[in-house]
Structures are given as C-alpha cells and as structure tokens.
T-cell receptor, first 115, second 112 residues
Framework: AQSVSQHNHHVILSEAASLELGCNYS??????LFWYVQYPGQHLQLLLK??????LVKGIKGFEAEFIKSKFSFNLRKPSVQWSDTAEYFCAVNVRGSTLGRLYFGRGTQLTVWP | DAGVTQSPTHLIKTRGQQVTLRCSPK?????VSWYQQALGQGPQFIFQYYEEEERQRGNFPDRFSGHQFPNYSSELNVNALLLGDSALYLC???????????FGQGTRLTVV
C-alpha cells in the first residue's frame, strides 16, 4: 500500500531562517506529488504540485520543492521563512493515471515561526 | 467563484446516533472525495464519488456511506457513531482528470 512519511512533526524556526521539510513516499509506480498547507483556522490549500517535467517546482509564497525519483522524496524548501508561514504542512501523493485522484497524505509537520 | 463549502462547521453527537455531513464542490468540479482527519494525523481517504456513483473507497467500515446528487453536491453519512469517529471531516472536489483537489474547511464532529 502507498504510504507517505514526513520526518518532522514539529519544526520551530526564527524569522529569516531557512526551511526544509522532508517527505518520502513508498510507491514504485508513477506518482503526482503535492504539498498542502493549512493555516490556523483555514482550509487546506495547495502550495505546489509536481506532475512531470522539471523536478524543481516553485509554488506560492516563495516555496519550492524538489522531486528526487531515486530517493522517492519530495522535500519542501523556503530560503527565508516569515511569521506568517506558521501553519501545518502536508505532503500528499496520488497515482498517475488514476484520474479520480485519491490522495495519500503524510501525518503533517507543524511549523512555528517566531518573529 | 465559491470554493468548496461544507456544512455544518461543527457538530456534537451521542454514541450510536447517525450524522449527515454536506458538501458543495467548487464550480466546474464533478468529482467529490471525503477524508477523515483525526487529531495530529493527516487526512485519510474515505471514498470518492463521480457521476453519482462511489468509485473508490478507503479502509472504512460500511457505517460510512455517501451520496452524490446530479448537481455534484455530496453527503457523507455515518451510522452507529463511535467515540473514535470524532474527527475533522474534509470534502475535496476536483475536475475529472486533473488530479488537483480543492478542500473545504471541514466539519468538526465530536462524538460524546
């Protein structure tokens, strides 16, 4: 069965620090990859996605992620975090060719940024 | 353009009761999925509806059932509620084939 692992459950950073959140998935086939963010009191929002092409994808608010197929990883990065980035971040995977797009989520990483 | 809307936002039920949650998908989306998010966990897939039929199902008992209407809106029904059913229930909609899901704010269900 597909599974998604997020290595850090809670990350605490000061503003302007760099961020990297790890995500690994276990599925040998072709997948689409996503990072979703959930700000306090808000719904899950798409941060960025990878379907194909350049493995380095850029999303909203200065976030980017790199797909490394050989490592089954899709790590999220941001060079300089802001207090407003405080949120919970979820990595998710679905199986390419499954047009109905069932998502498999990691358990999430809570990011707290101190001003 | 309204996004995905869910109702109610909060609900308290007693063990053994039944509950119905509702979802209206984003305009132009015909596929609706339901997820359960327990505290401290990522969302877990319950099932998915397309063309008014359940097309995929996750590892949830038959107490969880659903329906999709001709206007693509959907309901999630849970019978014989257990304390462990307490969670945030998320509805997601997507346009067929794109695979990008848009989520509602969820319904927080508390079973006492």
């Amino acid at each position: 069965a597909q599974s998604v692992s997020q290595h850090n459950h809670h990350v605490i950073l000061s503003e302007a620090a760099s961020l990297e959140l790890g995500c690994n998935y276990s599925y040998g086939g072709t997948v689409n990859l996503f990072w979703y963010v959930q700000y306090p009191g808000q719904h899950l929002q798409l941060l960025l996605k990878y379907f194909s092409g350049d493995p380095l994808v850029k999303g909203i608010k200065g976030f980017e992620a790199e797909f490394i197929k050989s490592k089954f990883s899709f790590n999220l990065r941001k060079p300089s975090v802001q207090w407003s980035d405080t949120a919970e971040y979820f990595c998710a995977v679905n199986v390419r060719g499954s047009t109905l797009g069932r998502l498999y989520f990691g358990r999430g990483t809570q990011l707290t940024v101190w001003p | 353009d309204a996004g995905v809307t869910q109702s109610p936002t909060h609900l308290i039920k007693t063990r053994g009761q039944q509950v119905t949650l509702r979802c209206s998908p984003k305009s132009g989306h015909d596929t609706v999925s339901w997820y359960q998010q327990a505290l401290g966990q990522g969302p877990q897939f319950i099932f998915q509806y397309y063309e008014e039929e359940e097309r995929q199902r996750g590892n949830f008992p038959d107490r969880f059932s659903g329906h999709q209407f001709p206007n693509y809106s959907s309901e999630l029904n849970v019978n014989a509620l257990l304390l462990g059913d307490s969670a945030l229930y998320l509805c997601a909609s997507s346009p067929t084939g794109e695979g990008v899901a848009f989520f509602g704010q969820g319904t927080r269900l508390t079973v006492v």
